[in-house]
């Protein structure tokens, strides 16, 4: 076994398909350069309305004028409620690594989930019942990469930073995690990821 005690795993991008993914196919179905569209919200920054929504400053109803004006702010005339409805379709849990989640656990060590995301309701998460903790940005009040969800997610797990091994697609996201200490994986094609996190906590989770 190695030194790592507990597995963190960002959601959109990781567990399930990611929502940059979403946006580059409502970029393709309205004629629009990859990625300008993930360029656009990434460039709003932290005032911008992608940001709030994720701290839970607004809730999808409260968004969808706000982002619209921020992208028309960049340069785009886009339906911000169409684009929010196609990175919403983008949820679905990819079964590679839902065995792995479970593989994990199966092992004995702590498995959390650390994510992005926004406000539907006060009900728990949808996919709470894979891990030990859930870390939402909507209701903690602060987003990937900011250093406090990361240790949020840790001291929920009851962990040290270098006792965790985190994944997520997000390079920004990655770099602040080993900033702090922790083990990353970028998880760019998931069973690649997997193979990587086999290697650090030699265990098998695949096949």
């Known amino acids: 076994m190695s030194a790592i005690s507990a597995v963190i795993f960002d959601i959109g991008g990781v567990v399930c398909d990611s929502p940059l993914h979403a946006i580059n196919r409502f970029e393709a179905a309205h004629g629009?350069?990859?990625?300008?569209?993930?360029?656009?919200?990434?460039?709003?920054?932290p005032q911008g309305a992608w940001s709030r929504l994720e701290r839970g400053e607004l809730d999808?109803?409260?968004?969808?004028?706000?982002?619209?004006?921020?992208?028309?702010?960049?340069?785009?005339?886009?339906?911000?409620?169409?684009?929010?409805?196609?990175?919403r379709s983008a949820s679905e849990p990819r079964p590679i690594m839902l065995r792995a989640i479970e593989r994990i656990?199966?092992?004995g060590l702590g498995v959390a989930a650390l994510t992005n995301n926004w406000r539907?309701?006060?009900?728990?998460?949808?996919?709470?019942?894979?891990?030990?903790?859930?870390i939402e940005s909507a209701k903690t009040g602060?987003?990937?990469p900011d250093p406090a969800i990361y240790r949020l997610a840790c001291?929920?797990?009851?962990?040290?930073f270098a006792q965790a091994?985190?994944?997520?697609d997000i390079g920004a996201n990655l770099k602040a995690a080993r900033a702090l200490g922790m083990a990353t994986i970028k998880?760019?094609?998931?069973?690649?990821?997997?193979?990587?996190?086999?290697?650090?906590?030699?265990?098998?989770?695949?096949g």
Do not use: M, Y
């Open 32 to 45: 629009l350069q990859h990625n300008a569209l993930n360029r656009a919200i990434a460039a709003s920054g």
């Open 142 to 144: 602060v987003r990937k």
């Open 187 to 206: 998880v760019d094609d998931p069973e690649q990821a997997l193979r990587e996190l086999e290697v650090l906590l030699s265990l098998p989770l695949l």
């Open 60 to 87: 999808p109803d409260s968004f969808v004028g706000p982002f619209t004006a921020d992208l028309k702010a960049a340069g785009f005339d886009v339906d911000g409620n169409a684009l929010f409805e196609a990175i």
């Open 165 to 168: 091994a985190f994944l997520d």
């Open 120 to 134: 539907e309701n006060d009900d728990e998460h949808p996919l709470q019942a894979l891990f030990d903790e859930v």
């Open 105 to 107: 656990r199966g092992h």
């Open 155 to 160: 001291e929920a797990l009851e962990i040290e």
